[in-house]
């Protein structure tokens, strides 16, 4: 009976030697990589699964801080939309300031309808309005008024057959005139003693209605031969009506 104790007391130190002694072995390395092959495929999904898990929660987790980023998100982009379109107005304002500074009467208006119609409206009075004023942007020429009819102003572009010939000079000092042939910004009837310079800028002279030093072009091709006593080049348009859709004036006193 007593023997049988000591061998039941002896038993786990036996193993335990043993063990011990197979991990110093090749066969304890032979028994690590058996339990390493049997439970790495259970480890690998089982760690997957854990991150995957961290990672939604940590997303659930910042849902309210998320929510709140973006409220402010729209506050800001409906400041800086507001900002803005008081900048816009600004700088139409100032459009404005400068302008009733060079002149001594003018008309804010703005285009009627769809762009490329050719007519303007104002909200202030059109009674000092007629035929012949200039329509600007900045310091560059548009058109004239053809007519008013009712709250509505009709402009004659300077990209229409239909404009009236004007006098013009270009940077380098040579006169003409302004006339829209063939599908063609041009000015004309330069003296051939005055040869056109490739490349100056072509400005209004002053007269009755157009005030002088208006841009309207730049010379692009000479498209007179040279022996011809009055000389006739393309001018390339600074802009056209159509292209502009702010910022317009007419110009109802130089």
Do not use: C, W
Not at 106 to 133: A, F, H, M, W, Y
């Amino acid at each position: 009976m007593t023997s049988t104790k000591i061998n039941l007391l002896l038993l786990p130190l036996l193993v335990s030697i043993l063990l011990s002694t197979a991990g110093k072995l090749k066969i304890g390395k032979t028994l690590d990589n058996v339990f390493y092959t049997i439970l790495t495929p259970i480890h690998m999904p089982v760690g997957y699964l854990r991150q995957v898990a961290d990672t939604q929660i940590s997303f659930i987790s910042s849902l309210p801080k998320l929510k709140q980023q973006n409220k402010d998100l729209i506050f800001q982009n409906s400041r800086l939309l507001s900002e803005n379109e008081q900048l816009k107005q600004s700088i139409v304002d100032s459009k404005t300031a400068i302008l009733t500074q060079n002149f001594k009467s003018v008309l804010p208006v703005r285009l009627t309808g769809s762009i490329g119609n050719n007519s303007v409206s104002s909200s202030l009075p059109l009674d000092k309005v007629k035929k012949g004023q200039p329509l600007i942007f900045g310091k560059i020429l548009l058109g004239t008024v053809a007519d008013v009819k009712g709250s509505v102003i009709n402009i004659t572009p300077l990209d229409s057959d239909h404009i009236e010939v004007f006098p013009v000079h270009t940077s380098s000092g040579q006169k003409g005139q302004y006339k829209f042939i063939s599908n063609t910004p041009q000015i004309t009837d330069i003296p051939s003693l005055s040869p056109i310079t490739f490349g100056d800028y072509v400005f209004t002279e002053p007269g009755e209605l157009i005030p002088g030093n208006l841009i309207i072009g730049k010379i692009t091709k000479i498209i007179s031969a040279q022996q011809e006593p009055l000389q006739k080049a393309q001018i390339k348009l600074e802009t056209t009506l159509r292209n502009t859709t702010d910022g317009l004036v007419i110009i109802l006193e130089p």
